[in-house]
């Protein structure tokens, strides 16, 4: 598609509950990025994704995240046992290229996950 | 990475011109200046991007100083559209962008 595509938009869940996020990157675009917006303006990187590779995962809590994405699927940001700081905006992005600091990333809607 | 720094919030009138600075003293010289904006509910946007000229787009303008220190996003005629919360962010890498506090843009009618 033209855009990002992220579902659900809204996800509740009580503490210690799994939550799987879904990202479809703009077609053609073979670069993903994961980002965790907590407060207002406070954004984290997560995960990229070159293809169904990891690019860099830097950002992500080893223990109870993981990110995948496969061919002919969407990707892919799972939590397990999901804790109360875990409630924030996840926001997919995806880009063309990645490598030259001239690359624009397209953002997706973002998944509102709230834990209880 | 370089870091930058933007006024938590400016305000504007509709249909006038806004310029939002971004100081940005420890960039490197191979450092590109983007600008990206979130408006309310939704993902960040891209907006414009330069290295050392002045930039020009549909969306806006880049002015970026001769010491490269400094930039502002010029907005020629605010719509209440506009507000948003724009981000100065320094990428010479072309992988994750590192977003700072941002600038929250406010229109008033």
């Known amino acids: 598609g033209e855009e990002v595509a992220q579902t659900p938009k809204h996800l509740v869940r009580g503490e210690g509950q799994k939550a799987k996020l879904y990202c479809a990157p703009i077609k053609g675009h073979s670069y993903v990025f994961w980002y965790q917006q907590v407060l207002k303006n406070e954004f984290k990187f997560l995960i990229s994704f070159q293809n169904e590779n990891v690019f860099d995962e830097t950002g992500m809590p080893k223990e109870r995240f993981s990110a995948k994405c496969l061919p002919n699927s969407p990707c892919s940001l799972e939590i397990q046992a999901t804790k109360l700081e875990d409630s924030a905006v996840y926001f997919c992005?995806?880009?063309?290229?990645?490598?030259?600091?001239?690359?624009?990333?397209?953002f997706g809607p973002g998944t509102r996950l709230t834990v209880l | 990475d370089a870091k930058t720094t933007q006024p938590n919030s400016m305000e504007s009138n509709e249909e006038e011109p806004v310029h939002l600075p971004c100081n940005h003293s420890?960039?490197?010289?191979?450092?590109?200046i983007h600008w990206y904006r979130q408006l309310p509910s939704q993902g960040p946007e891209y907006v414009i991007h330069?290295?050392?000229s002045n930039v020009n787009n549909r969306m806006a303008s880049l002015a970026i100083a001769e010491d490269r220190k400094s930039s502002t996003l010029i907005l020629h005629r605010a719509t209440l559209r506009d507000a948003a919360v724009y981000y100065c962010?320094?990428?010479?890498?072309?992988?994750?962008?590192?977003f700072g506090g941002g600038t929250r843009l406010m229109v008033k009618p």
């Open positions: 992005a995806s880009s063309l290229f990645m490598g030259s600091p001239t690359d624009t990333q397209y």
């Open positions: 330069g290295l050392t």
């Open positions: 420890t960039i490197s010289g191979t450092d590109y």
């Open positions: 962010i320094l990428d010479n890498a072309g992988n994750m962008l590192t």
